[in-house]
């Protein structure tokens, strides 16, 4: 097959605003040894990509400037080196960047097949969440059978990944949303409780339905006011993994709670951690989660999908915080 020169891309015009992304065309990526080229389908939305858009996460070294952590699509070049895959055959895969694009670069051991029942869209919308969420729940967190879960938004991406898995594993799942319809699709996915936090307060119901014990493991994307309520409604020897901070990361915080239940507070990236860590989280996923969605026990939940060149509108949407699930763009 004869490559084109070039390709389409979405590229930050300026750090700032959604209407700072525009349609460009560049030449296509170098192909390493140990990667694959991807003709994209279709490519995930992820907070991250706000925050590099507004110039608050810039890329690794090495890495693609252009946005995007995941895609899925058909292998159209392999490297000299590259062994697992071959010309023709579909994947999704995990990026460093490079996503926003009609073509893509990926290491050949963070591409994963297509689930069965899964078509393209709906696989870009597996790789950042899935690895996250594994990573940090299953393996930091290092969450045991009878433990509880705690998931603070739990109508995103990640939140609708981690109820679902936690629900599949057999935790009992506690969730936050902002609106009752919100609170109402997590419970659709299996959580257990799921918490208004515009009218309740998720400390005192927590505890109240766990006889004051608490849970073990939290899942924070929120930061900010949260932090010291995690602490306060972790268990004994809770787990506390802090993935984002929607509402900062500086905050005043009294740590004794914190010493006297023996907790665990742990911060957590994905994106710049070595490719064979990364590797590894592929081949649990592979192991434990794709029979899962292989027998359609799990699945994406798709809020939305624009056509690249509407990545504008697209980003508006994941900032408007409206959507449930995942925001997709497709070529």
């Known amino acids: ?41 279709a490519a995930g939305i992820n907070r991250p990509d706000i925050f590099q858009r507004k110039g608050l996460y810039p890329p690794p070294a090495g890495a693609s400037d252009i946005l995007g952590l995941e895609v899925a699509g058909e292998i159209i070049a392999v490297g000299n080196r590259q062994t697992r895959w071959n010309v023709g055959q579909q994947v999704c895969a995990l990026l460093t960047g490079g996503g926003y694009s009609e073509y893509a670069i990926a290491h050949q051991d963070l591409c994963l097949p297509i689930p069965k029942p899964l078509n393209l869209t709906q696989a870009a919308a597996l790789p950042e969440t899935f690895f996250t969420v594994w990573h940090n729940v299953f393996e930091r967190a290092a969450i045991t059978p009878g433990e509880t879960l705690l998931i603070h938004g739990g109508t995103s991406g990640i939140g609708t990944t981690a109820i ?11 969730t936050t949303a902002s609106t009752d319809e919100k609170c109402r699709q ?12 515009q009218h309740q307060d998720f400390v005192t119901t927590i505890k109240e ?14 930061g ?31 740590l004794m709670p914190m010493m006297l239940k023996q907790l665990v507070l742990a911060g957590s990236t994905l994106r710049a951690r070595p490719t064979e860590e990364k590797a590894s989280i592929a081949e649990a996923l592979l192991d434990k ?17 624009f056509p690249l060149e509407d990545a504008a509108r697209a980003h508006q949407l994941m900032e408007s915080n409206k959507h449930i699930g995942k925001i997709v763009l497709t070529l």
């Open 209 to 222: 339905l766990t006889d004051d014990r608490g849970v073990d493991v939290i899942l924070d994307m929120v």
């Open 224 to 254: 900010g006011d949260y932090v010291q309520k995690n602490i306060r409604v972790a268990a004994f020897q809770g787990r506390i993994i802090s993935i984002a901070f929607l509402r900062g990361s500086k905050m005043e915080v009294d």
């Open 164 to 174: 679902q898995l936690a629900h599949a594993f057999g935790h009992r799942v506690f």
């Open 186 to 197: 997590c419970l659709a996915l299996g959580a257990d409780t799921a918490i208004n936090y």
């Open 289 to 305: 989660v794709w029979p899962l969605l292989e027998n359609g026990v799990i699945a994406p939940v798709i809020s939305t999908t």
């Open 1 to 41: 097959m004869s490559l084109p020169k070039q390709m389409r891309c979405i590229e930050i015009a300026k750090h700032g605003s959604a209407d700072n992304l525009v349609i460009a065309h560049r030449s296509l990526p170098e192909l390493g040894d140990d990667e694959v080229l991807i003709k994209v389908a």
